[in-house]
């Protein structure tokens, strides 16, 4: 595969929405990138040209059977001007994790990133720089062969579109309310609940809707066997801070390997903090509530960075966490990341990849 890519720039540009009230994913920028796979051929023509609508075969197989898997990661307007990403090196690895779980050809790490690179390059003006904003970055890949039969896809599209967003969450840093679930299943060991594949958000829209019903805006999930070992949050991994020690789920092939949760053990060990990924049962975080020991709680992801948790809600048995208020360690590691993040607090940890 060439490691050219075409551009065809956009000769009507979109009037660029208001910084100030961006809310997340509504608008998106000029152009996107495309890049197409054949069996036999491999990845090829890859191009950048004007955001649009695409056209598929109603047959398509992305439509039928799900086969799709996406990333989620954000440029920056650092305080001197230049353009940072976040680890985007580590957003193209597990793009092929989630690759090989759902039967699609990998893409070349080295050049995923060139091709994001590009593409913020050519829309950089729209980068927003108002405080806590950020340019998010969807790459995706979707199954296309007219086909109507399981099996994988011989043809797939890989894309990257890109939105300016503010908060991912309306309260902003502000504590969450988060619905504990104990009807629904998200995922199990030996199942997609490690790769991010489009199939296990639609499984957990139920449960969300039941949640922002009861006033919750997210869900913690269970695990799905047991019903008793904590998970992850919808968008987010989660953190516990119990007398003095960071607990956080281990990975065992039901949950995300969440590049914001390794960030933060990765800085939380740093600062001589205790961090023991286990298992971690509901009944443990309410027994720890209960002893006072529970001190807070707070999820991680791309599109919040750090979320502190105010309240669980678990059958019909509601705790307040710290209070309702953000924790010490939660601002701290909110602060670090997007201080690296904007360019504000020196990268010590090598995790800034420049766009020039």
């Known amino acids: 595969m060439s490691n050219k890519i075409n551009i065809q720039k956009t000769t009507t540009p979109k009037q660029k929405p208001d910084q100030n009230n961006l809310g997340f994913g509504k608008y998106f920028t000029d152009h996107m990138f495309i890049m197409d796979y054949t069996e036999g051929k491999g990845w090829h023509d890859p191009r950048i040209v004007p955001y649009g609508p695409i056209q598929l075969d109603p047959s398509a197989m992305i439509f039928h059977y799900g086969q799709a898997i996406f990333e989620g990661l954000k440029a920056y307007r650092a305080k001197e001007g230049s353009i940072q990403l976040f680890r985007p090196y580590k957003n193209m690895e597990r793009i092929n994790i989630s690759n090989e779980r759902m039967c699609i050809p990998p893409i070349d790490v080295e050049f995923g990133v060139q091709a994001i690179k590009e593409l913020v390059k050519l829309d950089q003006d729209w980068i927003p720089t108002a405080e806590g904003t950020s340019l ?126 390794d960030s933060a053990i990765q800085l939380l060990k740093s600062w001589g903090l205790k961090v023991t ?80």
């Open 136 to 261: 998010y970055i969807r790459p995706f890949i979707i199954a296309t062969d007219p086909y109507l039969g399981v099996k994988p896809s011989s043809t797939y599209m890989f894309m990257i579109i890109m939105s300016p967003v503010g908060a991912y969450y309306p309260d902003g840093i502000n504590p969450v309310k988060i619905y504990v679930e104990d009807e629904y299943v998200r995922a199990v060991k030996g199942g997609t609940g490690f790769a991010k594949t489009p199939g296990n958000y639609a499984a957990s829209l139920k449960a969300q809707q039941c949640a922002y019903d009861k006033g919750y805006i997210q869900v913690l999930w269970l695990d799905g066997i047991e019903r008793k070992y904590i998970e992850e949050v919808g968008s987010m991994n989660v953190f516990f801070k119990v007398n003095g020690e960071i607990l956080t789920p281990s990975l065992e092939g039901s949950i995300l390997a969440g590049i914001t949760r």
């Open 277 to 356: 990924e286990r298992r971690i049962s509901i009944d443990e975080i309410y027994e720890a509530h209960s002893k006072g020991t529970l001190e807070e709680s707070f999820g991680t992801g791309t599109a919040a960075v750090i979320s502190p948790v105010g309240e669980l809600y678990w059958e019909g048995k509601k705790i307040t966490i710290n209070d309702g208020k953000i924790g010490d360690i939660s601002l701290k590691l909110y602060n670090t990341i997007t201080g690296i993040q904007n360019g504000s607090i020196e990268d010590t940890m090598d995790w800034i990849v420049k766009v020039e």
